[in-house]
């Protein structure tokens, strides 16, 4: 599913904390790619999320579901994952069966799926646990399953790989992969890890203080003259082997 947004603002009490009205007033996220959004703590990632997932609503503006302007009409096929999710207090089983057993799903299809993914995100032997008890990454590649569970057209993830061992992030990194060539799935995904972003994203959209700076392929975020931008670059301290590769 393509996500396109047109003049995005939102406004707590008399603070503008998003205001896509100027550069960037139309973002587009193209069906079947992976985008990242980056930027500074309190720029406005979350809030973005939060208005295409059709959480939050905007102050103004639209955002486009496959053209299809879709504030008061979300649709069903959307999937949002925060970086602390909320998994209920049942087994990591349950958690990931969950949204399968509410699309009334068969038992059977359920297990085969579910199953599929314990193993996909090596959490079978945690399977009986109780998911409120997991440790951080554990819970993570929980979420992420149960997210996957219904294949979502769209999934929004929002720093979904935050303080997680270097396996689990590979191991996250390819199921999304994977997901986005077999499936087309449109995959939107918040990170604070510049390597990451260039691994994985085919575009990155960079916002500060509200506004967009960058919204394009991920090699020519590198190209940037924006000070904004090359400092954060410096911050993150590549190595050259990070750097996306123009295709
Ligand atoms: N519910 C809210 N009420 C008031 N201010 C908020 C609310 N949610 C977010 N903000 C403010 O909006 C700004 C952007 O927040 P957020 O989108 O979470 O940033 P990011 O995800 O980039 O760190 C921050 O200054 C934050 O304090
Ligand atoms: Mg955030």
Known sequence: MNIE??????????????????????LFFESGKIHGIIGPNGSGKTTLMKIMAGLISPSDGD?????????NDVPKDITYSSHRPTLFS????????????IRKRSKAEIHTIVSELLDEFKISAIQTHNAK?????????????????????????????ANIDPKSVKL??????????????????ITHNLSQAFRICDTLTFLNQGTC????????LIESVDPIIHDFISFNL???SDFPIKS
């Not at 049942?90 to 057993?101: G, H, M, Q, S």
């Open 172 to 189: 996250m990194e390819a199921a999304l992969l994977k997901r986005k060539k077999s499936q087309g799935l449109t995959i939107i995904i």
């Open 5 to 26: 947004t047109k003049n995005l603002t939102k406004t707590y009490k008399d603070t503008r904390v998003l205001n896509l009205t100027q550069e960037c007033n139309a």
């Open 133 to 161: 008890k997991l440790s951080g990454g554990e819970s993570q590649k929980t979420a992420m399953a149960r997210a996957l569970s219904f294949s979502p057209k769209v999934l929004f993830l929002d720093e979904p790989t």
């Open 63 to 71: 955002v486009l579901y496959d053209g299809r302007p879709g504030i």
């Open 213 to 220: 700076l960058y919204s394009g392929p991920s090699h020519g």
């Open 90 to 101: 049942r087994t990591v089983f349950e958690n990931i069966a969950y949204p399968l057993k």
């Open 238 to 240: 590549l190595k050259k």
